[in-house]
């Protein structure tokens, strides 16, 4: 594949081999950034591996790329150590995925053993990933839906207030009704109903 698209991979690379190629790589201007993570094999894996993403810096040949990657595996002359092939990839999906950060996991269904932080993470570059790093978990397409997922189970917030906000657009109005109706029907935090309901002489009838 070529591409000047971020792109990124799975590779079987020691981290001192793989830290040394990619910076030569940007000092050649070859990428202009570059991050990765070591992940423990999970139980569906088969080993230990890293997690990359590059930024390549012009028009780019990703079967070049796996090439300058192979390692010299002692143990194994004759099958160099490297990496899969590469795809083209989103950054924010990228970061949260391979954070495995759990409420990302869930939203595409699914789960994983091990978690990891922040400081897990190799870069070129620290401002430049304390930008991504940051837009991913606060100004991605998923970090806004969790937060509004996460206003609509708050009992202290009014749906209303949603639309009148900006948080949503009018045009789901219907469909914020429809998703409070229901939220009445199936009980919220053990009430059966967003807020206590009181007859005409102020007494309760039903919390």
């Not at 991979?9 to 940007?26: D, G, M, Q, R, V």
């Not at 996991?105 to 932080?117: A, C, D, N, P, T």
Request: with cysteine; aromatic share 12%.
């Amino acid at each position: 594949m070529r591409t000047s698209k971020p792109i990124s991979t799975i590779s079987y690379n020691s981290i001192e081999f793989l830290t040394a190629k990619l910076e030569e790589l940007k000092r050649n201007h070859v990428i202009s950034d570059y991050m990765f993570i070591f992940h423990h094999h999970e139980s569906d894996e088969r080993k230990d591996h890293i997690h990359l993403w590059i930024l390549p810096n012009k028009l780019v040949d990703t079967m070049e790329l796996q090439e300058f990657l192979q390692e010299l595996d002692f143990k194994h002359p004759d099958k160099p150590l490297g990496c899969i092939p590469f795809r083209v990839s989103k950054v924010d999906d990228w970061l949260l995925y391979t954070e495995h950060f759990e409420p990302y996991l869930k939203f595409i269904g699914q789960s994983r053993e091990y978690h990891y932080v922040r400081s897990d993470f190799h870069f070129a570059d620290e401002d430049s990933f304390e930008d991504m790093y940051n837009h991913a978990h606060k100004g991605s397409e998923f970090a806004q839906r969790y937060q509004i997922l996460q206003q609509l189970q708050s009992d202290a917030m009014n749906p209303t207030d949603l639309i009148y906000n900006g948080t949503l657009p009018l045009n789901m109005a219907t469909s914020l009704n429809a998703l409070y109706s229901l939220g009445q029907k199936v009980g919220r935090n053990g009430r059966s109903t967003h807020t206590p309901l009181c007859d005409e002489d102020g007494v309760l009838i039903e919390d």
